[in-house]
């Protein structure tokens, strides 16, 4: 396979992964930015990302959540045999609020070693309207994102918090959700769910049967101005599996995404979750 192939591959692979771990699975982090209330405990969480049964990516959160606000640090890089490929190491955090039922984020800051390079992206929100504060590099050959098509739009750990603070309140994930993560914009809607056997992934530290949630992401805007073919316009349908754990309570355990172009991609959280006041 000619070399600039592989880098195509290799590069797709790692953004299906990127989507997937900031989109659903309760991703990454380092001991995050958090301003929620300090009796909040901090929840700790690992996960193992497999693309056709291939470990390509390690995914750690660090998060605090409550009912009247979040934050959350993330860390994730690539792994195993596909470090050798394509390097990945990015930090993301984020914070913000809740108004009644509705999540209402303040930042959102990603940055790090990502294709080939060091980038850096901030968004901050005034009026429900996602602002990209910086962005290093400029990336000039991707369409634009208008202001009227990000209004409402929350970034991918936004929706992740909110999401999860649904599930533990009502057990139950309808969600209909528009994404920004400051390049690119996709719809989310995740239906509602009940409980179901977890498929067989080996010995774990909890039950056998989690609250299982279908849902089906599509990007709509942001693409590369080469990519107008490009399969990832195509809807994106996954499931998600939220158990109760312990004091942790409900925790993302199992995240599985047919991509367009790779196919299955199973994310797994690796050990029970750790809480630390």
Same mark, same amino acid.
């Given at each position: 396979?000619?070399?600039?192939? !592989?880098?195509?591959?290799?590069? $797709?692979? *790692?953004?299906?992964? @990127? %989507?997937?771990?900031?989109? &659903?699975?309760? #991703?990454?982090?380092?001991?995050?930015?958090?301003?929620?209330?300090?009796?909040?405990?901090?929840?700790?969480?690992?996960?193992?990302?497999?693309?056709?049964?291939?470990?390509?990516?390690?995914?750690?959160?660090?998060?605090?959540?409550?009912?009247?606000?979040?934050?959350?640090?993330?860390?994730?890089?690539?792994?195993?045999?596909?470090?050798?490929?394509?390097?990945?190491?990015?930090?993301?955090?984020?914070?913000?609020?809740?108004?009644?039922?509705?999540?209402?984020?303040?930042?959102?800051?990603? !940055?790090?070693?990502?294709?080939? $390079?060091? *980038?850096?992206?901030? @968004? %901050?929100?005034?009026?429900? &309207?996602?602002? #990209?504060?910086?962005?290093?590099?400029?990336?000039?050959?991707?369409?634009?994102?208008?202001?009227?098509?990000?209004?409402?739009?929350?970034?991918?750990?936004?929706?992740?918090?909110?999401?999860?603070?649904?599930?533990?309140?009502?057990?139950?994930?309808?969600?209909?959700?528009?994404?920004?993560?400051?390049?690119?914009?996709?719809?989310?809607?995740?239906?509602?769910?009940?409980?179901?056997?977890?498929?067989?992934?080996?010995?774990?530290?909890?039950?056998?049967?989690?609250?299982?949630?279908?849902?089906?992401?599509?990007?709509?805007?942001?693409?590369?101005?080469?990519?107008?073919?490009?399969?990832?316009?195509?809807?994106?349908?996954?499931?998600?599996?939220?158990?109760?754990?312990?004091?942790?309570?409900?925790?993302?355990?199992?995240?599985?995404?047919?991509?367009?172009?790779?196919?299955?991609?199973?994310?797994?959280?690796?050990?029970?979750?750790?809480?630390?006041?």
């Amino acid at each position: 396979m000619p070399r600039s192939c !592989k880098r195509t591959g290799w590069a $797709t692979v *790692r953004r299906a992964v @990127l %989507t997937v771990s900031a989109s &659903l699975a309760l #991703v990454m982090g380092a001991a995050g930015a958090s301003r929620a209330a300090e009796q909040t405990p901090q929840t700790e969480v690992k996960y193992l990302v497999f693309v056709h049964g291939l470990h390509v990516m390690d995914i750690q959160a660090s998060y605090r959540l409550d009912n009247a606000q979040y934050g959350i640090g993330a860390h994730v890089k690539t792994a195993g045999l596909f470090n050798m490929f394509m390097k990945t190491d990015l930090t993301l955090t984020a914070q913000g609020r809740f108004a009644g039922q509705v999540v209402a984020p303040e930042t959102f800051d990603s !940055k790090g070693w990502s294709r080939r $390079t060091n *980038r850096h992206i901030t @968004l %901050t929100y005034k009026d429900n &309207l996602p602002q #990209v504060t910086q962005l290093d590099p400029p990336e000039t050959n991707r369409e634009a994102v208008t202001e009227a098509e990000r209004q409402g739009a929350v970034d991918t750990l936004a929706m992740l918090m909110g999401l999860l603070r649904q599930v533990r309140e009502t057990q139950n994930c309808a969600l209909q959700e528009k994404v920004f993560d400051g390049l690119r914009l996709t719809t989310l809607s995740v239906q509602a769910g009940s409980e179901q056997k977890l498929p067989s992934s080996g010995p774990l530290d909890w039950g056998e049967a989690a609250l299982r949630c279908n849902f089906v992401g599509q990007q709509i805007k942001g693409f590369k101005l080469s990519n107008e073919q490009s399969k990832l316009r195509n809807p994106q349908p996954g499931r998600a599996w939220f158990e109760r754990i312990g004091a942790a309570g409900f925790v993302a355990v199992r995240l599985e995404l047919d991509h367009p172009k790779l196919g299955h991609i199973t994310v797994l959280l690796d050990g029970a979750p750790r809480q630390f006041p």
